[in-house]
């Protein structure tokens, strides 16, 4: 039995190449509480490539929420999904955790970016966040992962824990990479040198292809983020020839933001040759 076969997402989203050679929308099934606008194009953008915002009715991620998403990207294809706005964690009070997953599956010579805004945390809340990427020969997958807390200064209250685990896997069911931490927030208000020191925000950004080489999308990420004030990142090389990736921490949101929004253009220029245009929010 495979992940997909038990998987049961709030959103399910397909991308096709239609005969034009344009990106569009094959397949969708979302429901509460998520909502899909339309497809969008932007200036910079290769030819035919689809941009989509994914917005949340609810107001955010609530205790007890377990929360899926599905994309399928098509061979050949080339797409964009965001978020319109960051998504609020909200407090948990009795203990109970909330649970956000993303199955992607990019098929022969896709690229496929999933770039939501960074989460921000509130007092007591508990999220386990899980992405699993299936990646076929050719394929490029743009991944961006964020949060920050509702209360910068850590002056009161902070959130219980948050759990990340991202998955990448070859078309053969190998798996090629596993990323996976857990923060407390009492361990961010403590400001511990070695784990988070003066920094409040984090994040990471995956760029994710058997097609390129890594000393190249590593050489790309250094110099995007090198000029960036108020930042502690590093980037490496993926295992198993899997691309590229950074971790970074951040003195306050508008730092992370432009972070993983310089790591995004820089991969785009990359993998397309083209720099994009800043993304309406």
């Not at 239609?18 to 569009?24: A, F, R, S, V, Y």
């Not at 209250?157 to 996976?180: C, I, K, P």
């Not at 960036?228 to 003195?251: D, F, Q």
């Amino acid at each position: 039995m495979t992940i997909a076969s038990v998987f049961k997402p709030q959103a399910y989203i397909e991308f096709v190449r239609q005969p034009n050679g344009i990106t569009g929308v094959g397949r969708q099934l979302v429901g509460y509480p998520f909502h899909l606008g339309r497809t969008l194009r932007f200036d910079g953008d290769p030819a035919g490539m689809s941009s989509l915002y994914l917005q949340s009715c609810s107001g955010g991620i609530f205790q007890g929420d377990d929360l899926g998403l599905r994309l399928v990207a098509q061979a050949g294809t080339q797409a964009h999904l965001t978020s319109a706005a960051s998504t609020i964690v909200h407090s948990m009070n009795d203990g109970r955790e909330a649970r956000h997953r993303v199955l992607i599956q990019a098929e022969a010579d896709s690229l496929l970016e999933y770039i939501p805004d960074p989460l921000v945390i509130f007092p007591r809340a508990n999220l386990q966040n899980e992405v699993t990427v299936t990646l076929h020969p050719g394929a490029r997958v743009l991944l961006g992962e964020a949060l920050v807390l509702h209360d910068p200064d850590l002056s009161g209250q902070v959130f219980d824990s948050y759990a990340s685990e991202t998955l990448v896997r070859d078309a053969a069911g190998n798996l090629l990479v596993r990323d996976r931490f857990r923060i407390e927030g009492h361990t961010l208000q403590s400001k511990r040198p070695g784990i988070n020191g003066r920094y409040q925000a984090q994040g990471s950004f995956f760029a994710l292809t058997a097609s390129d080489p890594a000393p190249a999308l590593l050489a790309a990420l250094r110099q995007a983020i090198e000029p960036i004030p108020g930042i502690y990142a590093a980037a490496s090389a993926l295992p198993n020839g899997a691309g590229a990736w950074m971790r970074l921490l951040a003195e306050d949101a508008i730092g992370l933001r432009q972070a993983i929004q310089a790591a995004w253009v820089a991969m785009r220029i990359k993998f397309t040759g083209l720099t994009p245009a800043s993304k309406r929010k």
